[in-house]
């Protein structure tokens, strides 16, 4: 009778093989998942700018300030809603990851875009366009 201790060569490597599958399988996925986490905590930002767009605007004639940067540190407070996280470089107050739109006042139509991401914030077709109405959406470009 044999008594077999231990594994063979084969059934380590098939293991092996079954957990550098696993991961090949997952990988992409996990990918995805922080990209749309990205894209969902660059809203929220954009989503903090609106806040403080109107509350700028209350205290100025109902008008929205001529520069992104007129909102820190008074209207918002944190300088990492500047910074979309989608890309490798940091935004600030002064240097936004957002494209800003000047000349618009609350009366403009809602729809209109105030702040859009930068092209190629994502590495992704698209990207997140704040309203003058408050909200945000994604737009395929």
């Not at 001529?66 to 002064?94: I, M, Q, W």
């Amino acid at each position: 009778m044999l008594d077999k201790k231990g594994f063979t060569i084969i059934e380590l490597a098939v293991v092996a093989g079954i957990f550098l599958l696993m991961i090949a399988i997952l990988a992409p996925a996990a990918e995805m998942i922080n990209a749309r986490s990205r894209k969902t905590q660059c809203a929220d930002n954009l989503r903090a700018i609106s806040l403080g767009l109107y509350n700028y605007a209350a205290d100025h004639g109902d008008r929205f300030p001529a520069r992104f940067g007129d909102l820190h540190p008074e209207y918002v407070k944190d300088a990492n809603a500047f910074n979309c996280p989608g890309t490798k470089k940091s935004g600030t107050p002064g240097d936004p990851e957002y494209t800003y739109i000047t000349g618009l006042t609350v009366m403009s139509p809602a729809s209109e875009i105030v702040a859009k991401d930068m092209a190629g914030n994502h590495n992704r077709p698209g990207g997140n366009n704040l309203m003058v109405g408050g909200s945000v959406a994604w737009e395929i470009k």
